[in-house]
């Protein structure tokens, strides 16, 4: 699969304005959003509060992640030139929240397409993984969220996952099983570092 980057301007999208913060919402009504004006809102929002402090965290650049998406992640984010991170986007239903299957998958996509394409993760060690949910995570999910590198592990779900996602994706079918990428998938699982992004932070990004 070929990776389409993009870099986009508010100016781009004349007609693209914000969901109106309803008086009865604690948030933005997201769910009134499709999954690629979600992802789109995240990447604006993002990107000007770069614009405006020259950082988002410890980055300097986001991008949007253009074309077919099946490797788990919607933005890139970079430091001085450099990949250090990821966005996955997941857009639902105001009250569907990401169960922890959802979000073991994608991390574990991720990282399976950056085994066949090394230049996707260039130091784990110094690379982080972000998840955002419109609708949030179930409380599973956020506790595998909360202590990612030890959980993941310790699942007893993480082989039928791993084996799930090969069998489903030609991007990654070379991989052909868990147990032959073991060893390597282990120790990206055990080093990268997942955070949660609650959707209030967007909510504050955005006000």
Request: aromatic content about 10%; glycine content about 6%.
């Amino acid at each position: 699969m070929n990776i389409t980057y993009l870099k986009k301007e508010l100016s781009q999208d004349p007609n693209r304005t914000l969901p109106n913060l309803y008086e009865s919402d604690s948030s933005f009504p997201y769910h009134h959003l499709t999954p690629t004006e979600f992802e789109e809102i995240t990447y604006f929002g993002i990107q000007q509060t770069i614009a405006d402090k020259s950082y988002w965290y410890d980055f300097d650049e986001i991008i949007l992640i253009g074309g077919v998406k099946d490797s788990g992640f919607d933005c890139q984010l970079r430091k001085n030139g450099v990949v250090s991170g990821l966005i996955q986007c997941k857009h639902s239903s105001k009250d569907n929240k990401c169960d922890v299957g959802v979000v073991a998958r994608d991390i574990i996509k991720t990282l399976l397409y950056s085994i066949v394409n090394p230049e996707l993760i260039p130091d784990v060690n110094k690379f982080t993984y972000y998840f955002l949910s419109s609708a949030g995570v179930s409380k599973e999910a956020a506790m595998l969220l909360g202590d990612f590198n030890k959980k993941i592990l310790s699942d007893s779900r993480l082989q039928k996952w791993v084996n799930r996602i090969i069998s489903n994706y030609s991007t990654v079918g070379e991989l052909k099983n868990y147990e032959s990428i073991k060893n390597t998938l282990d120790g990206l699982l055990k080093a990268i570092s997942v955070k949660n992004i609650i959707i209030r932070d967007i909510d504050l990004i955005l006000s």
